[in-house]
Structure formats: C-alpha cells, structure tokens
C-alpha cells in the first residue's frame, strides 16, 4: 500500500462516528431489503410465464441502471450531485486502490456499502415503476419488479463486499463472484477507473457497452473469472500489469 | 486527475445523515406497516404501529449519531 493511501486510510478511519458500526449498516440493508422482498413476494399469485419473464427483465435493466449510475453519476462532478461523486470518486477509490482493495474491519464497511437510504430511493423508484406496470398490465407483473429490483440491490452489495474482501479461499471459485472480483480490482486502477468496468454484479452493460477492460464474448465476460488472457492491450496503463497482479493474490 | 487527501480535522456530520435519517425513519415505518399488516391485520394495532414507530425512530436517529 503505498504512504499515500495508508495516510488517507488514517485520516477517513479518524472520520468515521463512534456511534457508526459496520454490521448494524449491514443488517439494516438486508433487513429493509429482505423486508421489501417478503412483502412484494406475498401479493403475488398464479403467476404466468409471461409475468415471470419480467424478472430476467428487470435484470438486464438493472444492470444497465448500475452501470449508468456508476460510469455518469458516481465518476463525474456534477452540480446537486457532488456528494455522490465525493463519497465514491474522491473517497472510496482512494481507499481502495488496485494495489490494496481490501478493508480491515467492520468500521471499514462505512466506505464499502452504500448508505441505506440509497437503498429506500432505490425501492421508491422501484415501486412506482411497479405499480405503472400493475395498472398497465398486470399486478403480479409489479410485484415481480419490486421483488426482483430489492433482490438485485442486495445482490449488488454482496458482491461489492466480496470484492473488498481480503479473504478469497471460497468466493474464488464462485461462478459470477469470481468475474465480477478481477473485474472491480481492475476498474480501481486509476487509470482506467474513470471509463472502464462500471458493472458490480455481472459485466452485462460493460460487455454491452464496450466499456470492460476484457475483450471476449457476453458469455466469456460473465464466466471469466480471474482469467487474464483476455485482457485488452490497448488499455491505459498505470504501473504496468499490476491490474493482474492484485485481482490474481 | 487531481485527488485530495483529507487532512484530519474535527468530526462534523454531514448533512446527508441528518435527511438520510428522516428518510430512513420515514422509509422503515412504512416497511414495518406494511409488513405488520400482511403478518397481522388492516390496519395494525396501535401497540404495534407504536412499537414501528420507536423502531424507525431509534433507526433514523442511528443515521445521524453513525453520521451514515
């Protein structure tokens, strides 16, 4: 790690409120969200496979939602937004570094997980969404929305988590969570954290967009792992070839 | 691309904490309604929106205190 983000990591600890602890914000995301689920989950009834398929739906536009949000909203300053560009751009990609992506303690969860009221927006939206589509179509059809945009947010903080983790005998070997750990390692590059590997759960939007640091197929970048034989060669280099060294420790 | 280092300086909450407590408060209480109903009946009885409401309070409040 170098002096420079050891000492940022000193001053953000410093920063962080006594009364703050790391697995109370985790169980208040998976309560209001698990919450969410149960209760969307309980309206729905006999539902058709036309009904069904707005869960893979909501899928796919969910991943295009994250990564809108991450590569336009969290990567650029923009007026009545600048918080959301300082928590993430100026804070989290200096504590975590390509080089040093892990966090320490529970305390650190302060900078991994986003603030729950991110995630009762996220709900709002989602609920309204649903409910047009209940009045337009079908009311299973609007559960189905709100079931599965809860299920996707838990999802996409999961797999935040298991990318900061320093830990990775298991989540190595993990379909989907292994890709998506060499995937984010590689985007806190700042060489190319500005333009490249925006998704957090599944490269989907990346693949879709041209904006992952890999060049191979959809199904490639979904099942690729901590594979590095694919990796671009006109990317932007920052201390040549360590995006692999830290994504393979 | 220009990246600040936070010096350390005095504790201070931040805004966003004491309208993200609001949010949260607000968000949880319709949550514990709604679930409660679901589990219980429409509309749910005053010791348990009372018991909802101390809950999504302590939780706002948590917000602010954790400066989240």
């Excluded at chain 1, 989540?171 to 390692?185: A, C, G, L």
């Excluded at chain 1, 806190?188 to 989907?204: C, G, S, V």
């Excluded at chain 1, 490639?220 to 040549?240: A, C, S, V, W």
Aim: aromatic fraction near 12%; charged fraction near 15%.
């Amino acid at each position: 790690m170098s002096p420079r983000q050891a000492k940022f990591r000193e001053a953000y600890r410093a920063q962080i409120a006594p009364a703050y602890h790391g697995l109370i914000h985790v169980a208040l995301i998976y309560l209001i969200g698990g919450s969410a689920l149960w209760y969307a989950a309980q309206h729905i009834h006999a539902a058709t496979p036309a009904e069904i398929v707005v869960i893979p739906v909501v899928v796919i536009l969910a991943n295009i939602f994250e990564w809108f949000l991450h590569a336009k909203v969290m990567h650029r300053p923009i007026a009545g937004l600048m918080g959301i560009y300082n928590r993430h751009t100026l804070a989290h990609h200096q504590f975590f570094t390509h080089e040093a992506p892990y966090h320490d303690t529970t305390r650190d969860y302060r900078i991994v997980f986003f603030p729950p009221y991110a995630l009762i927006a996220f709900l709002v939206m989602a609920s309204i969404g649903g409910a047009i589509l209940g009045q337009l179509w079908s009311a299973n059809a609007g559960w189905f929305v709100v079931c599965t945009a809860a299920g996707m947010y838990m999802n996409y903080e999961f797999f935040h988590w298991c990318c900061h983790v320093h830990d990775d005998r298991i989540i190595r070997h993990i379909p989907f969570i292994n890709t998506i750990r060499r995937h984010h390692v590689a985007h806190h590059n700042t060489a190319i954290m500005m333009n490249r590997n925006m998704n957090l759960t599944y490269p989907f939007a990346d693949w879709l967009f041209g904006t992952s640091d890999l060049r191979r197929g959809l199904l490639g970048h979904l099942f690729n792992g901590y594979d590095t034989r694919f990796l671009r060669e006109d990317m932007p280099k920052l201390r040549g070839g360590q995006i692999q060294a830290a994504a393979a420790e | 691309m220009a990246i600040t280092i936070r010096d350390r300086e005095p504790r201070k909450r931040n805004i966003a904490s004491l309208v993200g407590g609001y949010v949260i408060a607000i968000g949880c209480f319709v949550l514990w309604v709604l679930c409660a109903s679901q589990l219980t009946q429409w509309p749910p009885s005053l010791p348990v929106l009372a018991f909802g409401l101390i809950v999504a309070a302590a939780i706002g409040v948590w917000i602010r205190l954790a400066d989240l």
